[in-house]
């Protein structure tokens, strides 16, 4: 294990989990990399005192005359995309919810970050601050914003890739490090062509994260959990809209730990050694492999987001040249870092590092052995991909198929001890045999139910240690 820090940011750390001995000629090298950061300060920037007397501008023009810039000096920002298009109106209880949501929301924001509310349809409005750029938290400016969110109301149709330039455009006005948002939707993109938001999401990943929530059962799952995919996030469906300020206020919680932002999974391979895939795999299975950006010879990053105090897995596979027993050599080099700012010339300094190795012997019975870290994210990995191939499988038609994939996840899931989806399975099907993975497909399923198995489908469990 290897770790750094630095002032005012979380202490990072790495550990590699491998079974690095190969058999004579083999190649592929498997290892889970734990990246763990803890220690750090607060997300918010210096906290500005709220005034005696006086409106928003007040607050905001003793702010600028501190920080010499508009809103730029917040360490974090964050924007609220709230759908309000017309569909939001069934059942009208749904806008309320919406809006008493992202009221516990902007109650959770802390003083100095800077934030905004867009109301989404089919184009984008920012309902608070509205000045196109983002206002400073404090007890003023959270209770200015509240009383904006009296103005959502449901008209319009759905554009989220608008949504999502509007808050990249509000981004842009702070120099903030952080930058997270919030997106809630419940119904389809149907107002703009898929290759636009596709498009839309390619321009802003890199640059902000973005949590994306369905609410209802109208939306549709590809499209949430890939907004969520693009911009390094969570999804998820809160089916009951009275479920959403306990969901927004844990994603705003959870937004306000963030501390260090931008960090990258830099993997350095040796001549001949190419990159077979790299993969989250904890909390949520994600594959990296296609994001990978070069940076310099045999070395290429690849983005993992902000961090806060928390841990992650990710599954690593390099293959290297075939060799002799009794040789062994460096199959990769791990570091975590951060983009060196503008103007400066010399190579980041590693947050964490982390070596990978690779050791032939004629010993079978090491050779063969699998890491259990390796083999359990190996099947968490599977559970997702069974999940999805039964869902889509039960949709179009195909019960045998779906059957075999859906009993396939059961099997994984009690292996696993992955209870949260075991529980989503038993409501899409009846298990007659856990461990056989022996299933029937239920006659009948709730929407909500269906969906939520689909959206939480990639969520996983930790090793049991």
């Known amino acids: 294990m290897a770790h750094f820090s630095t002032p005012d940011a979380p202490r990072f750390s790495v550990e590699v989990y491998q ?50 810039r508009s809103g730029g000096a917040a360490r974090a920002a964050v924007v609220i995309m709230v759908d309000c298009s017309g569909s939001m109106d069934y059942p009208p209880t749904k806008m309320r919810h919406a809006r008493e949501a992202t ?71 702070t120099d903030a490090a952080i930058r997270h948002g919030i997106l809630l939707t419940d119904g389809r993109n149907e107002h703009e062509e898929p290759q636009r938001l596709r498009a839309v999401l390619d321009a802003c990943a890199g640059r902000f ?12 799952v590809e499209e949430v959990t890939g907004i969520a995919a693009a911009l390094l996030g969570t999804a998820d469906i809160v ?31 040796p001549k001949g050694a190419e990159v077979a895939y790299v993969k989250q795999v904890a909390p949520t299975v994600e594959d990296l492999t296609a994001r990978r950006v070069e940076a310099g010879p045999r070395a290429g990053d690849y983005p993992t987001g902000s961090w806060g105090d928390e841990s992650r897995d990710y599954h690593l596979c390099v293959r290297v040249p075939a060799a ?79 059957t075999a994939k859906l009993g396939r996840a059961v099997q994984l899931a009690a292996a696993s001890g992955n209870e949260d989806t075991a529980k989503l399975l038993a409501k899409v099907v009846d298990v007659l045999d856990v461990a056989a993975g022996t299933v029937r497909l239920k006659a009948k399923v709730a929407e909500a139910d269906e969906m939520t198995l689909e959206t939480r489908s990639t969520k996983t469990v930790r090793v049991k240690k």
């Open 19 to 68: 079974n690095e001995y190969l058999p004579e000629g083999g190649r592929e090298v498997n290892a889970i990399i734990t990246v763990t950061s803890a220690g750090g300060g607060a997300a918010a920037g210096p906290p500005i005192p709220a005034p005696a007397h006086g409106g928003y501008e007040d607050a905001l023009g003793a702010y600028d005359s501190a920080s010499g």
């Open 103 to 173: 009221a516990a929301a902007i109650d959770t924001v802390r003083d100095g970050v800077a934030f905004s509310v867009v109301a989404g349809t089919h184009k984008a409005v920012e309902i608070f601050p509205g000045d196109g750029r983002l206002a400073i938290a404090d007890p003023l400016t959270r209770a200015q914003a509240k009383e904006a969110l009296r103005s959502l109301s449901p008209g319009g149709g759905t554009a989220i890739g608008t949504w999502l330039l509007q808050a990249d455009l509000l981004f842009d006005s």
């Open 209 to 220: 994260t973005c949590d994306a929530r369905g609410v209802g059962t109208d939306w549709e």
């Open 239 to 269: 089916a009951d809209p009275a479920g959403l300020a306990a969901d927004f206020t844990r994603m705003m919680e959870t937004a306000m730990g963030k501390e260090v932002a931008d960090v990258s999974l830099r993997l350095w391979t």
């Open 324 to 402: 002799e027993v009794g040789q062994e050599m460096l199959a990769a080099r791990i570091s975590l870092v951060q983009p060196v700012p503008d103007g400066v010339g010399s190579p980041p300094t590693p947050l964490a590092q982390g070596l990978v190795r690779a050791v032939w012997t004629d010993d079978l019975v090491v050779s063969t052995a699998m890491n259990p870290q390796v083999a359990h994210y190996t099947g968490q990995a599977e559970l997702a991909q069974a999940i999805k191939q039964g869902m889509n499988a039960r949709k179009s038609g195909d019960a045998e198929q779906a």
